[in-house]
């Protein structure tokens, strides 16, 4: 049986009365680890598809669901959303440009995956490319009339204006145009479009993370996926950092660099 979810989609009938034809929830993981990337996962739905059926189970807020809760809930998004995708920003690249133009770059490269049917991208045959002249959009990196961006958090990191010293590590995500974007707080635990962005975002990077544990057993990634537990910052303390941490944060223990598992 599905794990119980989210199933108001207020907010999504919301944007439809406005106007809106369709809505792209986006979500961050990995802002607060000491090492690996910072990735950000979206999700477009058709408001009309989405807003005419009930919300599949188990979607909600990435951090309330177990990690096998989430596995299954993923596999949901994929085949619920008109299309999902994940885009990551390298330790070096956040190191070099800062964490707000680091989720640019992630958000911004999700984008593109989904545009580009890449890898982390499912169907539900509802989006922009369920015709032909939707197909000619997504090639061209478009976003359909009529979108509207619902961010999870307080901050728009997603819109915010590109500084000089990011334009050669952003290449052709420089060029995306961007839908208006609506900030939710705490919208990944609220938002069904937001929850099922952080559910994708939250799995791929977890995996990623444990697929490095294994060239790195000493920093105990495969639990902690990057964050500073007692066993990664002991780590840390016995052989340095590695090429996956983040040399621009408080590695060392008694710092007080935030830690959590979100």
Known sequence: MAARGLTDLSVERGLLSEGFDFVLGVDEVGRGALAGPVSVGVALFDLRVLTSAEVPGGIHDSKQLSAQSRQEATDRVRSWAAAAAVGSTTPAELDEVGMTMA???????????????GAGVGSGGHGPDASDGG???????????RTMVLLDGRHDWLSAPLTLDCLG???DCAD???PPVRTVIKGD??????????????VARDEAMIAL???????????????????????IAELGPSIHHRRSFRLSADTGAKEGLS
């Open 103 to 117: 989720l640019n770059l992630a958000g911004r490269r999700a984008m593109l995956s989904m545009f580009q049917g």
């Open 213 to 235: 544990a294994e060239a790195h057993p000493h920093y105990g990634w495969e639990s902690n996926v990057g964050y500073g537990t007692v066993k990664h910052r002991q780590g």
């Open 169 to 171: 590590i952003f290449g």
């Open 189 to 202: 635990g609220s938002v069904p479009a937001i929850a099922a962005a952080s559910i994708v975002a939250k």
């Open 135 to 145: 197909a000619a959009t997504a090639s061209a990196r478009v976003f359909p009339d």
């Open 176 to 178: 995306l145009e961007l």
